[in-house]
C-alpha cells in the first residue's frame, strides 16, 4: 500500500467524524493525497443529510455512529476499521486543510515521536476562522495543562497523527468534546513524544459549526475540555 513505503511499513489510516457535512466532506476527502496513506474512513455521527453517500461518493469508506460526540465517532472507527499503526484525524468541514496531511505524518518517519498535533495557533488562521472564546479556552486549558504536568502545548486542535501503539496505551474513552484533551494529557502523563507542527486554519467551507457556531455549543466544549484537565489533576492529588 502506498503509505506503507512511505512511512517504513507503517499502514496509515485517516479517521473523519462527521455530522451533517455533506456540502464539505466530498471537498476534504479528495484534497486527501492518496499517496501518504492506506484508507479514509468517515464516521456519520447521526447526520440528517447525505453525508454519507457524498463521503462514500468521494471514495472514503463510510461507518455510521447514532450516538452524537466527537469522541463517540473517533471511538467507533478505531475499533471497527481495518485498523492501522498510524491514525490521523481531521474534521470533515474543511478547517482544517487535507493538503497539510504529509507536514503532520512527516515527525514520524522514524521512531523519534508519538504525537504529532497541528497548532493552528502557531500557524495561519484565517480571520474568524478561530473565535476569541477558542483563543481564549486555548490558552487556558494549555497553561493549566503546562502548569500541572509540566508539557507545553499551544492548541488541542483536531488535525492530528499518533501511532497505534500509543493510543493502546492512552486508553482513550471520552466521548464527546474532550477527545482532545484527552489525548495530550495522557500523552503528557505518560511522558509521551510530542511535537507541533504550525498548520493552516480555515473558516468552514460548507455547513453550520456544532461548537463555535453556536453559544450553548462553544460553553459546553469548553466546560467539558476544562472539567476534564481539573478532574484529572484532582484525581493525581487524591491517588485515584
Known amino acids: 500500500m502506498p ?4 512511512y517504513h511499513h507503517n499502514t496509515v489510516g485517516v479517521i473523519i467524524p462527521a455530522l451533517n457535512e455533506e456540502e464539505a466532506i466530498p471537498t476534504v476527502i ?20 447525505g453525508t454519507a453517500k457524498s463521503a462514500k461518493m468521494a471514495g472514503a ?39 497539510e496531511l504529509d507536514r503532520i505524518l512527516n515527525p514520524l518517519r522514524d521512531d523519534s515521536v508519538d504525537l504529532v ?3 493552528r495557533t502557531r500557524g495561519n488562521a484565517e ?16 497553561s493549566l495543562v503546562r502548569l ?19 493510543l493502546d496505551v492512552l486508553d482513550m474513552i471520552d466521548p464527546d468534546f474532550g477527545w482532545t484533551i484527552e489525548m495530550q ?10 511535537v507541533e507542527i504550525p498548520v493552516r486554519y480555515r473558516i468552514r467551507r460548507a455547513g453550520k459549526s456544532k461548537v463555535s457556531g453556536t453559544i450553548t455549543g462553544s460553553i459546553r466544549a469548553g466546560w467539558r ?16
Open 3 to 6: 503509505g506503507a513505503d512511505m
Open 30 to 49: 479528495r484534497a486527501i493525497d492518496r499517496s501518504v496513506i492506506d484508507w479514509i474512513i468517515v464516521v456519520d455521527n447521526g447526520s440528517t443529510d
Open 61 to 99: 469508506t463510510v461507518l455510521c455512529e447514532p450516538r452524537r460526540g466527537y469522541g463517540s465517532a473517533c471511538l467507533r472507527a478505531l475499533n471497527d476499521g481495518p485498523g492501522a499503526d498510524i491514525y490521523v484525524f481531521l474534521d470533515g468541514d474543511g478547517s482544517d486543510d487535507p493538503r
Open 117 to 119: 498535533i497541528g497548532s
Open 127 to 142: 480571520p474568524g476562522a478561530l473565535t476569541p472564546a477558542q483563543r481564549f479556552g486555548n490558552a487556558l486549558t494549555c
Open 148 to 166: 500541572f504536568w509540566g508539557i507545553r502545548y499551544t492548541d488541542l486542535g483536531p488535525f492530528r497523527a499518533v501511532r497505534a501503539r500509543c
Open 185 to 194: 494529557v495522557k500523552a503528557a502523563r505518560f511522558g509521551f513524544r510530542v
Open 225 to 240: 475540555i476544562l472539567t476534564y484537565v481539573l478532574r484529572t489533576k484532582l484525581s493525581e492529588v487524591l491517588g485515584r
